[in-house]
């Protein structure tokens, strides 16, 4: 089966909800086989996160309770795209000086990804963050946020264990961990042509 014939056309745009944060969509769909359906899902502006990295490898994060989940939980500092010229870096920017306080000097993506393609559009950027300084958080009036700095192998051992159940916040950290068990591989290679060639 080739590809295109798996693309769904989309007949009619219907909004079912339109939140502060979020819409809800039950669009009508013409299907490859020429059949109608309505797909439901949420229309989202995107997202970022950050991976705040400090100069001894230690990680900032955040705890804060998630309403939907009933949980309290540890995550990296996050937050939706607000205007349509809000690009993911700004925002990256804005969320780690409101949610922790700390500003960077170098910001770096480390990817893009849908979290829940089955039902939502969104899109969320993850970036790290170095060079960090401290400063006085903002977080919005309904944020209610503690800051958490901890080494980043407490982190991914919180992870492993399931602790941390947060999908951007497991990405992110196994990401950044598979980057710098890469480097030191690549080290050790380069430290041991080095030395044949001596």
């Known amino acids: 089966m080739k590809n295109k014939t798996l693309r769904e056309k989309r007949r009619k745009r219907v909004e079912v909800f339109s939140g502060r944060a979020v819409n809800f969509r039950a669009d009508s769909v013409l299907l ?30 955040v705890r804060q309770y998630r309403y939907p989940v009933g949980r309290i939980t540890l995550e990296i500092p996050a937050g ?23 500003t960077s000097s170098s910001f770096r993506p480390i990817m893009s990804f849908w979290p829940a393609a089955a039902f939502s559009n969104e899109i969320l950027h993850i970036f790290t963050a170095s060079g960090l300084k401290p400063g006085k958080a903002s977080p919005d009036e309904d944020e209610f946020i503690r800051t958490v700095r901890m080494p980043f192998g407490k982190a991914y051992a919180l992870a492993e264990r399931g602790e941390i159940r947060d999908a951007k916040t497991l990405l992110a950290l196994l990401a950044y961990k598979i980057r710098t068990e890469k480097k030191k591989i690549r080290g050790i290679r380069g430290l041991r042509q080095s030395e044949s060639c001596g």
């Open 80 to 102: 939706k795209l607000h205007r349509r010229n809000d690009t993911p870096l700004k925002r990256a920017r804005a969320e780690l000086r409101e949610e922790t306080g700390y």
């Open 32 to 61: 490859p086989n020429g059949k109608t359906v309505t797909r439901e899902f949420m229309d989202h502006p995107g997202a970022v996160a950050v991976l705040p990295i400090m100069d001894n490898g230690d990680i900032i994060m």
